[in-house]
DNA sequence: CTGAAAGCGCTAACAC
DNA sequence: GTGTTAGCGCTTTCAG
């Protein structure tokens, strides 16, 4: 008697001497006679039986996965928004797939794209670049998608954006009232909507204080803690008058400071740091970093939410409405920014 | 004429006036002559074709899913090793399930036993605690399964594994080389394994150098960088003559760092400091961190390949033998442990 | 409450 | 080469 592989609802069915249909409402939780829940349940757990799947995903139409979808996993504030999704949506049942796509803007189209073999319900994605292709592409997709990240005007795909804008406005407004003047900016790659964002922040909120900005403040460079420490270089060279530095994450910030260190530069005394995401490398300096957290973890919250709720709305609603929803961000004061002498963390 | 959903192979075969088989064909590339071809390939473009995956699974019996299981997606090591397997995986056209256990024990087991439900074609499990239920799950699994980590002598399982105990004593007899004698150990949770070797490769280390080691120069805390922190000050306090610090991953060591500072001690002058993994942490430091590299990425990489090999092996010989890889350490010398007065990073 | 049967979308024999 | 057909394992009418 080869029992050709795992038991399925016949080899149950069989066993406990009922149909398999009996065997699927069992499983199901679909009223039956005690008898015959019993009887089923016996045979199930005497084989061992997990019913398959693939199967209950080809006749329900729906897979109970969900992909998310972002540059690098690597990056603190992704693996902020993974938690929260996860936090979401494993007790409502779901597998959460990731695609750490490494900024490769192909591959991001290719996911999107990926919808259409129904192999997930849903998808969460962080674009780094919105094409119009990306916009055509999201539009079509046979499944629903929500973006974190800034969408054009009249793009009709949910999404939840950081306000980097205010969240460089907070920074600055904080190094202005602390007495620095000359604040330059390290900004991530500029091509990018966050990059574009957070150089806007910045330039408003100079000009809302009055002051011009000038170009040689701002240095554009890749994500990381040397291409920081590089960008402070250059900026302290070429204007040592410079009293503060925002930079557009914690790796930048955190290279900036060490550089300033390396420089003999003591922070905040002669250089204040701001950095943004409030990742745990904001505490991994001395003196601790402040920093701009945009609040990832509750944009993969709300995410993860919406898209839940879309997955739940059974006939998607034709014209239902795009939501959109914004998370403020947050200004997290350490020692890195703090007034001269205090909390520095390090010993005068 | 409602075209009911996504077109399915009967769409296409209708619209190129084929049969569903050789719509089947030419999407596989299976010979078809040229105009079948041609025909099925414009009918597909046309309505934008995609084949169903989940339909694909039932029929072929495998999901091209592979399931990815540790306990915190935030730690440096794991990024690694997700990044490797997904660098394997993915150009074999697999997707990546990713589970974040939160160590909890209990999760751990779930994802084994999940493993029933044939979403995915096999597991990749880096586990916190190996309990004989895992062992036992484990063996009963219906899909491979790689463990990165040690198992018991004995079992069925293809493993990878850290060598912590060599890690540990190339740490150790480099502290001892430049003359450290009080080396105290900041370990993490010890009642999981590599917390157990790490603790046991500290320990053989010494007693290899002739030393003894001492109760009172080990200390046991969560993972942290506050952890560290506050395991660093007791040790100090309890015993100012320490002279070294060997920690079992960078979070700690880098609290370590941080505390010895706080007191004043320079670094490595009064006090030398050795993290675990060789994570971005290690270069976020003032010194830079010395760590051992245990070969996360390298684990992950080998761990991929180990389970693409056991999933293309079409018919699992039944008695095909076990396979065990260790991966080598790596010590990678910076300034927390460089003899005095070199590369410390720190301007006397 | 239960069983028989249809069918989710696809692939792979098997005949022609 | 190509079409016909039989399932993969499950859920869900539809009769009884």
Known sequence: MASSGPPTVETIAQRAGVSIASVSRVMNGHGARPDTVRRVERAAAELGYVPNAVARSLKGGRTRQITFAMQDIGNPAYVSMFREIQAVTRPLGYRLLLHSTDADAAAELGVVRSLA??????????????????????????????????????????????????????????LLESGRRRIAFINGPADTVPGRNRLLGYEKALRDAGVTPERGLTETTEFGIEAGAAAAHRLLDADPAIDSVFCANDQLALGAAHAAQDRGLDIPGDLAVIGMDDSEL????????????????????????????????????????????????????RGSSSPLGVGSGIPA
């Open 282 to 333: 904001a505490r991994a300096s001395r003196p601790l970093l402040s920093s701009v957290d945009l609040g990832s973890a509750e944009r993969g919250r709300i995410a993860a939410r919406m898209l839940v709720a879309r997955l739940e709305e059974s006939p998607p609603p034709p014209g239902s409405p795009v939501r959109c929803e914004t998370v403020a961000p947050r200004l997290v004061v």
């Open 117 to 174: 073999d129904r192999t997930s319900d849903g998808l969460i994605l962080c674009p780094i670049r919105v094409t119009d292709e990306h916009l055509t592409a999201m539009r079509e997709a046979v499944r629903p998608i929500v973006v974190i990240g800034s969408l054009p005007e009249g793009a009709t795909v949910d999404s939840v954006r950081a306000d980097s804008v205010s969240g460089a406005a907070l920074a600055l407004r904080h």
